[in-house]
């Protein structure tokens, strides 16, 4: 009888815990999935932290899409090291873009304020933009460039040719494909000199063969103003 009442109070306890537990499943699946949101969108919040900090550049859509827009300004040749780098929720861009190398500094700073312009108003997401301007693709640094002579350099090697000239307005200075090319540049009055420009134009051949430097060096007269 006892073992009975026992057995009695004992399946009772048995149902009551039961219950209990019945009742607070819910609320424990409840608790874990909240606890498993807050966990993922902490998670998600950290790595999007992580990935700034980390520099990591826009997708490959973006960067095409950028490339597009600095190869359509009037005036670029070709872009290389194109760069991107996300800051908070826009990107700094970085590109080098080429232009003909003959043109002049001022016409080259033109092209390239202008492709910053186009890239900064058809892309959001872009913060701010730095183009440098290159006369020639220089993927593959070119040390003979830098081995060429600077100005004063080329100057003096110019004085066989210069003495023999009227004094020029200006000298300009291409440095190519490895080589200097010199633009000389002479007033009105030389045009009007013929034995002056046969001369000259004998003094400018012995020049260039004796400078290995100079692919080519070319005497321009101002026609007008005088
Ligand atoms: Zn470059």
Known sequence: MVRLVRFIQCSLATRDTGSEVSAALPDVLAAAIMGFMILRMGGELAWGALQELIDTALDEEQVAQIRSTLLATPGVVDVHELRTRRMAHQALVDAHVQVDGRISV?????????????????????????????????????????????????????????????????????????????????????????????????????????????????????????
Do not use: W
Not at 154 to 174: C, S, T
Not at 207 to 226: E, T, W, Y
């Open 106 to 226: 001022s016409e080259g700073h033109r092209i390239a304020e202008s492709a910053r312009a186009r890239v900064l108003r058809e892309h959001a997401e872009v913060l701010d933009v730095l183009v440098h301007i290159d006369p020639e693709d220089d993927v593959v640094p070119d040390a003979v460039t830098m081995k060429l002579p600077g100005r004063e350099a080329v100057l003096r090697e110019l004085q066989p040719l210069l003495a023999k000239l009227p004094a020029p307005r200006r000298i300009d200075l291409h440095y190519l494909s490895g080589h200097v090319e010199v633009e000389i540049f002479m007033g009105q009055e030389f045009a009007h000199d013929a034995e002056g420009l046969r001369r000259a134009e004998a003094a400018v051949i012995d020049q260039l063969g004796r400078s290995p430097n100079f692919a080519r060096l070319v005497l321009n007269c101002q026609v007008a103003p005088k």
